[in-house]
């Protein structure tokens, strides 16, 4: 248990799976009242849940689809009407449809587009309506030194590094790097801190494929300084530190967590 999360109220999206699993129980460990939101994977949420409240955390499950406005709002509602304010909002959920860019449909760009982006952009504005709401209704000190509201953006090592066959996904990560610095301006003033987190390989679902093959997992290693692949854990640990107070000062910023991927790492072999 961490003072700093004592009675702090947590939505976390796409958390039935992977990073958004780990960030769910990790802050609920801390003490925080977790929402474990997931679009589909009934199971798979209730599982992390069910992690949660073995361990003596508290939370709960909201089905909720990001890219839909209706799920999005409804998903905020409930949890106001369960915990009555909300703290801190983990904008993680997000997916790939991967194909060469000459062959992409119309179909697979648009689904990365509106969950890794739109639903950026719907949950984040639930968000701070509802810091800002707080502010005005009295349920949030607006006189304290510290933020009345934090998100986290969930992004990418390909908000800066470009990624052929996956030019949907890349230019999502991008996006979000803008939108967050862009709200992150926006909302300072009102004292609700905005930043994201960019993993580089975490072993999850979404690159199974890679992690599983040792080849492709030995060709992944050229690209890692730190000659290993990242847990969920490892991320979960840093999306903590920027849900707390101790990052108080930190506004508009983008963490790489990525053992050094985006170090170029080519260049230590060329001395
Ligand atoms: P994952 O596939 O294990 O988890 C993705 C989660 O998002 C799942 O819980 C899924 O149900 C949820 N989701 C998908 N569409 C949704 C929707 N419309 N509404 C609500 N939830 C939805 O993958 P992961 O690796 O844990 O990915 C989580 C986030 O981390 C994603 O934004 C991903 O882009 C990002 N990321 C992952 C890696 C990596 O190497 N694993 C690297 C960089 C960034």
Redesign the pocket.
């Known amino acids: 248990q961490n003072p700093l999360f004592q009675d702090k109220v947590i939505i976390v999206?796409?958390?039935?799976?992977?990073?958004?699993?780990?960030c769910a129980i990790h802050l609920a460990h801390q003490g925080a009242k977790v929402v474990v939101?997931?679009?589909?994977?009934e199971e798979?949420?209730q599982s992390a849940l069910d992690e949660i409240l073995s361990n003596g955390g508290a939370g709960i499950l909201i089905k909720?689809?990001?890219?839909?406005e209706h799920?999005v709002n409804a998903m905020f509602e409930e949890t106001i009407q369960t915990y009555g304010r909300l703290d801190v909002l983990v904008s993680?959920?997000?997916?790939?449809k991967d194909a060469p860019f000459l062959e992409m449909s119309l179909e697979q760009w648009q689904k990365v587009i509106?969950?890794?982006l739109t639903?950026q952009f719907l949950c984040c504005r639930a968000a701070a309506r509802q810091f800002v709401q707080q502010v005005e209704n009295g349920s949030t000190n607006a006189h304290s030194e510290l933020s009345v509201g934090k998100i986290i953006l969930?992004?990418?090592?390909?908000d800066i590094i470009p990624w052929a066959g996956h030019v949907n996904?890349a230019a999502?990560?991008g996006g979000i790097m803008m939108f967050m610095k862009s709200i992150s301006q926006e909302l300072a003033p009102y004292k609700i801190r905005v930043n994201s987190v960019?993993?580089?390989?975490?072993?999850?679902?979404?690159?199974q494929e890679v992690w599983s093959d040792p080849d492709k997992y030995k060709s992944l290693m050229n690209l890692i300084p730190y000659k290993r692949?990242?847990t969920?854990q490892d991320?979960a640990k840093a999306v903590a530190w920027l849900a707390s107070d101790d990052s108080d000062y930190v506004n508009g910023e983008t963490l790489y967590i990525d053992g050094g991927m985006t170090l170029y790492p080519e260049f230590a072999d060329n001395g």
Not at 64 to 68: E, F, Q, T
Request: charged share 15%; net charge neutral; no cysteine.
């Open positions: 999206t796409g958390a039935s799976s992977g990073i958004g699993r780990a939101n997931y679009a589909s994977d798979g949420g909720a689809d990001v890219s839909k799920d993680n959920a997000g997916l790939q509106d969950v890794n639903g969930m992004s990418s090592v390909h996904y999502s990560k960019s993993p580089g390989a975490i072993k999850t679902p979404i690159n692949i990242g969920p991320v």
